[in-house]
């Protein structure tokens, strides 16, 4: 009779922990069937599309950027958003693009400007850059070989 109590209650132990089992696989999944739902809702909206930075005052330092997105269902489809402009980039090939130029080449007579290439080392915020720029700028003066022979002769002369 014994054996028999301490069966029955083995039996009602395993029954409640296969009970307590059953439920938490069966949360479990219910938790699992909502997370897509709230997928759903983020997928219905599209990409952020940035405008260009403007920087706050001057042409450089901090500014911000406007953000805009499309969608149905999309709770949120515009925002701004704090960007920073460095005042030590070339602002003719685009604020937000920053190149690595190579030495200046040698002066053009007949222009009478010298050149060197930029290649794109980094984008901020997507921006759309060109690969390589060619910046031009004048030869400044050249130096002409200064007449030492009569330097010398007019002090010798004195």
Not at 20 to 32: C, P, Y
Not at 77 to 96: D, L, R, V, Y
Request: aromatic fraction near 6%; glycine fraction near 8%; charged fraction near 25%.
């Amino acid at each position: 009779r014994m054996q028999q109590q301490q069966q029955r209650r083995m039996f009602t132990a395993a029954l409640l922990v296969f009970v307590f089992i059953l439920a938490a696989v069966s949360t479990t999944e219910a938790g699992k069937k909502e997370k897509p739902e709230k997928k759903a809702k983020k997928s219905d909206c599209g990409e952020w599309q940035w405008s260009v930075c403007v920087p706050t005052s001057g042409d450089c330092g901090l500014g911000t950027r406007e953000g805009t997105r499309s969608g149905a269902e999309c709770k949120q489809t515009t925002k701004t958003q704090k960007c920073k402009i460095p005042c030590n980039w070339k602002k003719q090939f685009g604020a937000e693009c920053k190149y690595q130029f190579q030495a200046w080449g040698e002066c053009d007579l007949n222009t009478a400007l010298k050149t060197r290439t930029g290649n794109l080392k980094r984008a901020l915020h997507n921006a759309d850059c060109q690969k390589t720029v060619t910046i031009s700028k004048p030869c400044g003066k050249l130096t002409k070989p200064k007449p030492q022979g009569k330097f010398h002769l007019l002090k010798a002369a004195h």
